[in-house]
């Protein structure tokens, strides 16, 4: 069955770096979008930023475009994201999610999601 697992979630001071990981499981990274999702309290759920083979571009949220990178090792069959300079509202839960088709369907409704990773962002 199709797998996300996410990793590299964990407490960070303000101002401070994580590396979020991915890794999925039967099938192929290159045939799908992916990418990752957060849910703080109080806010609704945020498409944060998402990759794909087949679109020009990533996609970042306004909130972290200059801030996080997305990435992905296709023979690893993982997608990370790099978090620098992290500040209180990026504390949530961060969900990665995938989709067969294109990041404008991922983020209109993900097929696949992991169980999600706390990132809290304190001084």
């Known amino acids: 069955e199709v797998q996300l697992v996410e990793s590299g979630g964990g407490l960070v001071q303000i101002g401070g770096s994580l590396r979020l990981s991915c890794v999925a499981s039967e099938f192929t990274l290159d045939d799908y979008a992916i990418g990752w999702f957060r849910q703080a309290p109080g806010k609704e759920r945020e498409g944060v930023s998402c990759?794909?083979?087949?679109?020009?571009?990533?996609f970042y949220a306004e909130s972290v475009k200059d801030r996080f990178t997305i990435s992905r090792d296709v023979a690893k069959n993982t997608v990370y994201l790099e978090m620098n300079d992290l500040k209180p509202e990026d504390t949530a839960v961060y969900y990665c999610?995938?989709?067969?088709?294109?990041?404008?369907?991922?983020?209109?409704?993900?097929?696949?999601w992991g169980q999600g990773t706390q990132v809290t962002v304190s001084s």
């Open positions: 999610a995938a989709d067969p088709f294109s990041i404008t369907t991922l983020l209109a409704g993900p097929t696949y």
């Open positions: 990759i794909s083979s087949g679109d020009d571009s990533p």
